[in-house]
């Protein structure tokens, strides 16, 4: 069992009435998609947020990273760095920079 | 004691207005859901305390949030955190997917774009939620792109009804410059099979077997933007409003004209009168009067503010066609702001209220039928929608 560390953006802190990291526990391979997967298990109102309901695509404005590398365009199935899959280094949602 | 109940839709968050029935002393919470655009919030008329809202963002995508306080405390319907076992039951609220059965909605793949070639339909945002007048579990949304749903648990779970995409002319809508978006959904208290709603820019249409068939009701409405100015469908309706006793007789702010049915569409007559512009988004109907309505006339459709910067709300006690000015407590100068299609409202005490919000920040009310008119805040950020619960 990994205990995994994930940071969210604030807007969806505030939503899943959470403060600071969240973290979630994934058995198995440590990918995009079991992150979020779990995430979304644990905190329902996060579905559609992070990813399209229906295609499961990452929403336009976000992005994913994980030991200072952009893993956003990687594989959703992809294996994640070993310092993820450890609790060393929390899992990055991080959303566009607003304003002009 | 009797009261009201403003819900406030802004770019940046909701905000309620209370007062009690003389309208003086406004009491204002929020914002809620801050940072976030709020298209609609919508009482139920069967109860009170029940208030759905729309929530999105260009990075989030839609929320749907659910009060059964009066809007103090909010919560995603079917997102409660869930850990151990049973956590793989997700929420499902802010879950719009369009029907693409083979029954049904299969073959509703594209729509017109807007240089004439077709796009697939894709969900944007809920534009406008339209809550049962009988059941508070009960209640509708007009999404973008243009689609139907409704949800009979409380928002947890939304499913299209999908003969509005499929009566056939879904693949000649197209979008207007703020999207292709069903912003109209009106309920027939008297009659629960008959559903009105509108699209921009596609037109309005008609159920009368609760959203299960529908037609276009567009005769009449001329639009000189489209290459055939009397087509079926295509035309850019803002908005359209009705009187609860007089479910054959609508008013509707088109594009350019103000329009009237007494026929439940079927055909409509111009009623734009002596209006200085006939341009606008918003348009109500007096709570005690179906004769008295109301409009925002708006320069043009490339200049979207008030004429001479004069912000003038005209009243029609005839039906249409004969308007006067309402200027009291308005800003009759330098004003430049926009009010926008489900921005303006009215509530049902004696002395009807009317209000309405702009794109400045302000929401203004008149307590006495829009005979004068006073601020009840002046800073908010942009109103995209303004609401009304009358509260006995």
């Known amino acids: 069992m990994n205990q995994i560390r994930v940071v969210l953006p604030p807007h969806l802190r505030t939503l899943a009435r959470v403060s600071g990291e969240v973290q979630v526990r994934l058995e198995g391979n440590v990918t995009q998609r079991a992150i979020l997967d779990a995430l979304e298990s644990q905190y329902p109102m996060l579905c ?48 566009a920079i607003a304003g002009g | 004691m009797s009261g009201v109940r403003v819900l406030v839709g802004t770019r940046k968050g909701a905000f309620i207005l209370t007062a009690d029935g003389k309208r003086g002393k406004w009491d204002v919470s929020g914002p809620h859901f801050a940072g976030w655009e709020i298209y609609h919030v919508k009482g139920s008329p069967a109860d009170p305390n029940r208030i759905y809202a729309s929530q999105s963002s260009g990075w989030f995508g839609q929320v749907l949030q659910v009060s059964d306080d009066g809007g103090k405390t909010w919560n995603a319907p079917g997102g409660d955190i869930k850990i151990g076992p049973e956590a793989m039951q997700a929420g499902k609220s802010n879950k719009f997917a369009y029907d693409t059965s083979e029954a049904t909605g299969k073959p509703l793949t594209t729509h017109q774009w807007y240089d004439g070639t077709q796009h697939p339909w894709e969900f944007k945002r809920v534009w406008h939620l339209e809550p049962s007048h009988t059941d508070p579990e009960t209640v509708y949304a007009g999404v973008e792109d243009a689609a139907l749903f409704r949800s009979t648990d409380g928002a947890k779970s939304w499913h299209e009804l999908p003969g509005l995409r499929g009566h056939g002319t879904g693949p000649k809508w197209q979008p207007g410059a703020g999207g292709m978006c069903l912003h109209t959904i009106i309920l027939d208290r008297g009659n629960p099979g008959r559903i009105y709603i509108a699209i921009s820019a596609a037109g309005a249409f008609r159920s009368d077997d609760s959203g299960k068939t529908w037609k276009p009701i567009n005769k009449g409405l001329k639009s000189q933007f489209l290459p055939d100015p009397t087509v079926e469908v295509g035309h850019c309706v803002h908005h359209v409003a009705m009187h609860p006793t007089r479910p054959n007789t609508l008013f509707m702010q088109k594009h350019w004209d103000v329009m009237r049915t007494d026929n439940a569409g079927d055909e409509w007559r111009e009623v734009s009168g002596n209006l200085p512009t006939d341009f606008g988004f918003v348009i109500d109907v007096h709570a005690h009067e179906p004769e008295t309505v109301y409009v925002v006339p708006i320069k043009s459709d490339g200049e979207h503010f008030p004429l001479e910067g004069k912000l003038r709300v005209y009243r029609s006690r005839t039906g249409g066609n004969e308007w006067e000015p ?14 926008l299609r489900d921005a303006m409202a009215v509530d049902s005490l004696d002395s009807c209220g009317v209000y309405f919000g702009t794109t400045g920040g302000q929401v203004y009310a008149s307590s006495d039928a829009g005979d004068n008119w006073a601020p009840i805040v002046r800073d908010l950020p942009p109103v995209l929608s303004v609401e009304v619960q009358t509260l006995r």
Do not use: M, Y
């Open chain 1, 48 to 95: 559609g947020t992070i990813r399209d309901h229906v295609t499961h695509q990452r929403r336009p404005f976000l992005r994913f990273f994980a030991c200072a590398e952009d893993w956003s365009h990687e594989g959703a199935d992809a294996p994640l760095p070993d310092a993820i899959a450890a609790g060393a280094e929390p899992f990055l949602i991080v959303g």
């Open chain 2, 326 to 339: 309402l200027t009291k407590g308005l800003p009759q100068r330098d004003c430049f702001v926009n009010v």
